[in-house]
């Protein structure tokens, strides 16, 4: 006799606190909208400035172009880290995550790397927008210089659990 998750999982695909979660989130969105009002959402001035576009622009272009291109780095990657790596702990991760965390910051680092809406910035802040370049790539350093060091406790820890010696296994004195 199943158990009534495991029922519920049949019927519906998922365990139930994925409907939780998916009702809870779905709640937000409306709670969201609501509160803004829905013509906030657009701009009929100019429609490209509208949130409502620029929020169906983003699932697209990650829906149709982000994503089959980061699985397809990803694949890549996985492909030829595999064949070099040799150790009981993967590499992949230590690259892939710094990879992500660097794309990611470069999305919100863009604008100033660019130097767009320079004059603002620079009437709010009295700054350039000139070290956003220089700023970008030494967090991205700082990430895989972090992946990097995890890797290696990470590969210390597991070359000392391999040496020592497993339950069992009859030790000799000499």
Known sequence: MSSAPAGFAKVYGSHPFHL?????????VIAVVATM??????NPASWWQSIAVWFVVAI?????LAFPLYALVGRLMER???????????????????AMAAA???LLFLPGIIEQGGPAYLAATGQT???????WLWLTAGFFIAGAAA??????????????????????TA
């Open 20 to 28: 939780l979660l998916m009702t809870a989130g779905f709640a937000v």
């Open 37 to 42: 009002k829905p013509a906030s959402l657009w």
């Open 60 to 64: 697209i272009a990650h829906d149709l």
């Open 80 to 98: 030829g880290l595999r064949r070099r790596d040799t150790s009981r702990v993967p590499v992949l991760n230590y690259v892939r995550l710094p």
């Open 104 to 106: 990611l910051t470069f």
């Open 129 to 135: 927008q000139e070290p956003f370049l220089t700023r």
């Open 151 to 172: 890797y290696s406790v990470a590969f210390v820890i597991d070359r000392r659990r391999g040496q020592q010696p497993k339950a069992g296994d009859a030790q000799t």
